[in-house]
């Protein structure tokens, strides 16, 4: 861990890989190198505080990691969050970019005394903002951030959550190894009983998994304030949605990140302690947008690869996924398939809401006499292990046979 008598992060701290520290804030730059690269469509901010875009690009002269930190209304955590980037064990060189949302709490004094402390031991700081009457949003916040910083790779991080000393160094090295891809980490929830579910799979993913299970209900397969990426990939991806409150940004960069071809990789250490609390700006987006785009993503990812398929679910869900389908990918439907008696009985759904004549009937069949692919519906992790050995009964690959959509 560092303390207010390390030795400055840089070319002191001897080392091939380690290079000189960047440019102070809001300084013009001294050193003769160009703006650090900016990414496509990130533009000028409104009535904002930032430092300058001087940083470094030459090798001898950028930092090797930026910390990616947007902040709005973050008193309350913002001082273990930063105390853990100064405890990093990192010894290459490493800035905090800081773009703070129009905070109308104590959020800039904080970040003020902190820069202090982590400039002592050669980690640069830029703070950069906006005081305007209104934040413009969390991806807004994450764009300004990256475009201020100069770092080779970005290493993102929520105001709420606290890292492990070994983040960095641990998903720097990752990061090197799996080029073009999202390195995240396994996570330790606070409260330790909040979102049970969620956590174990968030930690308990396989490899294979963080592709195939990126449809899912609970969003991107690493999380996002785990991520660790380099700045080229994150630039060829292109920026976060700026469109404020209610827009899942971070599940659509995840999209345009797998659709350009983008894989993940997750160090299979609990590297962050990630916060749960009402005020999450999680909560503000609706459920029924992420359906929407969820589906959206399955359809062009999967569906449109498939020339029939099952719905595993001929109850609530399964039946809302088929209505949210396109007219074509309906028509691809050749059943539904459960374990209920009573649903199998029935026979068939009618779905009523067509406008065509007859209305479409689906079959519904044991799940044991469907024909996959299949597309679940069904929540893992909810029935003692049922349906996970009901489905491994069959002996299906997933990602072949069969994608998670619950």
């Keep these: 861990m560092a303390d207010a008598a390390a030795a400055p992060r840089g070319r002191s701290a001897g080392g091939p890989l380690r290079e000189g520290p960047g440019v102070p804030e809001a300084t013009p730059a001294t050193c003769p190198c160009p703006a650090a690269p900016t990414c496509p469509e990130l533009g000028a901010l409104p009535r904002q505080r930032r430092a300058p875009l ?10 090797q990691v930026s910390v990616i930190l947007p902040v709005h209304n973050s008193e309350s955590w913002l001082d273990g969050c930063l105390k853990s980037v100064l405890e990093q064990d990192f010894q290459g060189t ?20 902190w820069k202090i402390k982590l400039e002592d031991v050669g980690i640069q700081v830029i703070i950069g903002g906006h005081d305007s009457p209104q934040p413009q949003g969390v991806g807004f916040a994450k764009n300004q951030a990256v475009v201020q910083s100069s770092g080779i790779y970005l290493c993102f991080l929520d105001s709420d959550d606290v890292m492990m000393p070994q983040r960095v160094r641990l998903q720097y090295e990752a990061a090197i190894q799996h080029p073009n ?62 469109g404020g409150k209610g827009i899942p940004e971070d599940l659509l960069f995840f999209y345009k990140h797998v659709q350009k071809g983008g894989r993940v990789f997750r160090v299979d250490q609990c590297l ?21 785009h969820r ?19 001929a109850g609530k869900q399964g039946r809302k996924l088929y209505r949210s389908l396109s007219p074509a990918n309906r028509r691809k439907v050749a059943a539904f398939c459960d374990v209920d008696r009573n649903k199998i009985v ?15 009937k689906i079959p519904i069949q044991h799940f044991r006499e469907a024909t996959p692919p299949f597309i679940i519906c069904v929540k893992m992790d909810l029935t003692g292990g049922v349906f996970e050995k009901n489905l491994n009964e069959l002996n299906l690959k997933e990602g072949l046979d069969y994608y998670h959509f619950n």
Excluded at 54 to 63: L, M, S
Excluded at 272 to 292: D, F, G
Excluded at 308 to 313: D, E, P, V, Y
């Design 54 to 63: 001087g940083a470094a690009i030459q090798e001898d002269c950028r930092n």
């Design 295 to 313: 589906v959206r993503f399955l359809e062009d990812r999967v569906l449109k690869h498939w020339a029939s398929f099952t719905i595993w679910n």
């Design 181 to 242: 891809s999202i390195i995240g980490c396994q996570v330790k929830r606070e409260p330790l009983e909040s979102t049970e579910r969620y956590t174990r799979w968030i930690n308990n993913l396989t490899q294979g998994q963080l592709l195939t299970q990126v449809f899912t209900s609970h969003g991107p397969t690493v999380i996002m304030p785990t991520w660790f990426c380099s700045r080229e990939w994150f630039c060829h991806v292109g920026k976060f949605d700026e």
């Design 94 to 113: 490493m800035e905090l970019s800081v773009f703070n949302d129009a905070s109308k709490d104590n959020s800039i004094s904080i970040l003020e005394k």
């Design 346 to 360: 029935k026979g068939f759904y009618t779905y009523e809401e067509s406008e065509e004549r007859p209305k479409p």
């Design 272 to 292: 962050l302690l990630y916060r749960y609390h009402p005020q999450a700006a999680t909560h503000s987006v609706l459920e029924e947008t992420i359906w929407n």
